[in-house]
């Protein structure tokens, strides 16, 4: 037990001044000490020890010693047994002091929290008394005596005359202690999955001292703002008699948004959701058009699709949903967000034009969202259509047609002509029908925004592919931070409809703010709790951005590794032409271990684009760039995702920064630190300076020490370094965002209009 005695009180109770308990401490015990200052048990001692040695006695006997009565003549004496004298019982408070003789009634105070009854011993009171004031004892217990026996007159006048209060029975004591049982047992907690030692003390209706005590006898060491589990709370509370409930905290999202699985028979089957991937050019929506029936390509400029599309087919007596995407985008950005809608993707590849770059991003794309794949050859019709080249390329990117042992469905078509339409579609089917598509239209319609955009004259407006239940005209839901009530619902073609079932496609209006490609939508009963949730989203989305959540980099690789956070290292592979790229995804691959994969998701000729930064962003990879430049929408998009870029002018570079990655052992020690982007506008040949480059600063700045990386499509051609700068006729030292500039180079003379120049420096640094 803890003894808590302040300075003042310990002063008070052996009779000296504050100043002498602070001199005697303060040869041994240095700092300030104050009449509140709380004693620890080794200054206690010392004061004790202290105080013994100066008052030691020779002898007890002259402490203890008590006159004798006279003894009658003629009786014994007995020696060294001293006698008291009983008082007699006075009938009269005396006006006088007390005699010496008379037992002195002491009043212990118990309301204070700690009482010590060793204070109110008559023996060391005696011995304290004498060792203070000598001879002068019986005079301060007599002194004393008279003021409590008037006291006690006083409480006794107080008290009224009659019959003294009845005892207790025996009965009426167990009633009490059973009632007091009973209210003890009445006490129920409410105990969460994890509380605080304070607020678990709180609800047993005991001290925190109390509740540490049991918690120790359990083993658990806990301080009052530390927290205990369930199982541990329980206990203690279970000790001190309460009952206890578990306490389950149900969010706004569990109460409104019913996640339940549904039942097999509720089950039934629904169609699939179908999206059509390929390069430009191909034939995509050309292909689309056909089996719809439908001209969509009139409408469109250079046959390029425009917006997101979201079509119904009949094939028969089955239905097939359709996504046309402009390329990979928003497919990309919809399982960056967790979103997955589609159960198959068309992969549709020219005869005659055989595997494209973008076609390699469409197989990559598919992979890493883990959809089924069919492949449809097209334009059959050509002359030069050539299948087995087809075939042949993409078993170089792991897709091996069925005919050749593999589980990849390869059908030739003709959008034009219509050859293997049919084909195509009963493939779809029998596909579609092997992953045993189902839904349960009979609940609250759950599914993904696919489109989202700002009308002029309708408000938000937002294309949503139904996956699962059906939405009702009138229905309120919610899409990430957007909430609303279904005012108007089409389908694709127009028509307006009340209700929309599993895997139809519909654009509805009605929603309050515009939600996100991939965002999940749910429909809703509570339009009140709908909107707090939306509000609770938008400040979890505030707080992950300034979260500590970082992407894997090659510098925090190998931490990641020693956690046991990441058995693999997704890369994404750039090069200058497809031979280099090649080139470092073999060798990159190589680099694989026990502990983590090298994994090449995608690894293309050409320099980095948003869609590389989608990419990566949505599979937690790195771009590694081989003698290419990312642009400018590019960096952009990667600083605010957080992917990592590398760009490299030796291939070894490449090698070895990964490998000393995975060791934990990446320390470059110099750096690019890029300054400004020019854009070159015009080009004169001066005979007496030569070539000057008159450019226009994009971003940032350029000055005349800077490093000139000369970049043409992406490219990189040349690194060179500025010889002259200057504005108009005048030499400057540097030419800031905005202003246009003549600037020669060095050594590098072959500069076109419409290269870019980008100006950096290189610096040293420390890890």
Sequence with gaps: ?????????????????????????????????????????????????????????????????????????????????????????????????????????????????????????????????????????????????????????????????????????????????????????????????????????????????????????????????????????????????????????????????????????????????????????????????????????????????????????????????????????????????????????????????????????????????????IVAINKMDKPDANPERVKQQLTEYELVPEEWGGDVICVPVSAVTGFGIDDLLENLILLSDLKELKANPNRLAKGSVVEARLDKGRGPVATILIQNGTLHKGDVIIAGTAVGRVRAMTDDLGNSIDSAGPSQPVEITGLMDVPEAGDVFNAVEDERLARELADQRRSEQKMAQWGSYHK????????????????????????????????????????????????????????????DVMLADASGAIIVGFNVRPDPTAVEQAAQAGVEMRMYRVIYDVIDDVKTAMKGKLAPKTREVEQGRLEVREVYKISSVGTVAGCYVQSGSISRGSLIRVVRDGVIIHDDKVASLRRFKDDVREVQQGYECGVTLEKFADIKQGDIFESYVIEEYRD
């Design 1 to 373: 037990m803890i003894i808590k005695y302040r300075l003042g009180e310990l002063a008070k109770d052996l009779g000296v001044s504050n100043k002498d308990i602070i001199s005697a401490l303060g040869d041994h015990f240095p700092g300030e000490k104050k009449h509140t200052t709380v004693l620890s048990e080794t200054e206690l001692n010392y004061i004790f020890d202290t105080l013994s040695k100066q008052r030691e006695a020779k002898s007890f006997d002259s402490f203890l010693k008590v006159s004798a009565p006279a003894a009658p003549a003629g009786a014994p004496q007995k020696q060294n047994k001293p006698q008291r004298e009983r008082p007699e019982r006075q009938q009269k408070a005396p006006s006088g002091p007390a005699p010496s003789s008379e037992r002195v009634r002491k009043v212990v105070d118990t309301s204070a929290a700690v009482v010590e009854i060793d204070k109110y011993n008559e023996k060391y009171e005696n011995i304290a008394s004498v060792s203070r004031q000598g001879g002068s004892l019986n005079n301060r217990k007599t002194q004393a005596q008279g003021r409590k026996q008037k006291l006690n007159q006083r409480s006794k006048q107080r008290r009224p005359q009659g019959k003294p209060p009845r005892r207790e029975t025996e009965a009426e004591r167990l009633q009490r202690i059973q009632l007091e049982k009973a209210r003890k047992a009445q006490l129920r907690v409410s105990i969460p999955d994890e509380i605080s030692v304070g607020e678990l003390a709180s609800r047993l209706k005991a001290t925190a001292a109390v509740v540490i005590k049991h918690l120790m006898a359990l083993g658990v060491m806990a301080s009052v703002s530390e927290t205990v589990d369930f199982d541990t709370a329980s206990l203690v509370a279970e000790e001190l008699g309460a009952k206890v409930e578990h306490e389950v905290h149900v969010t706004i999202e569990e109460r409104i948004i019913d996640d339940s699985e549904d039942s097999a028979e509720n089950l039934v089957e629904r169609p699939p959701v179908v999206c059509v991937m390929g390069h430009v050019d191909h034939g995509k929506t050309s292909l689309l058009d056909y089996i719809r029936k439908t001209n969509v390509i009139a409408g469109e400029a250079g046959g390029i699709t425009q917006h997101i599309g979201a079509y119904r087919v009949r094939v028969g007596e089955r239905t097939v949903t359709f996504l046309d995407t402009p390329g990979h985008e928003a497919f990309t950005a919809m399982r960056a967000r967790g979103a997955s809608i589609t159960d198959i993707a068309i992969l549709v590849v020219a005869a005659d034009d055989g595997i494209m770059p973008q076609t390699v991003e469409a197989i990559n794309h598919a992979k890493a969202a883990g959809v089924s794949i």
């Design 552 to 611: 894997v980099t090659l510098d925090n690789l190998f931490s990641q590794i020693a956690e046991g956070e990441r058995a693999e290292l997704p890369v994404i592979v750039k090069a200058d032409v497809q031979g280099s790229a090649e080139a470092l995804k073999q060798n990159l691959e190589k680099l694989s271990t026990d502990e983590v994969k090298v994994s090449i998701i995608h690894a293309a000729a050409g320099g980095v684009n948003s869609g």
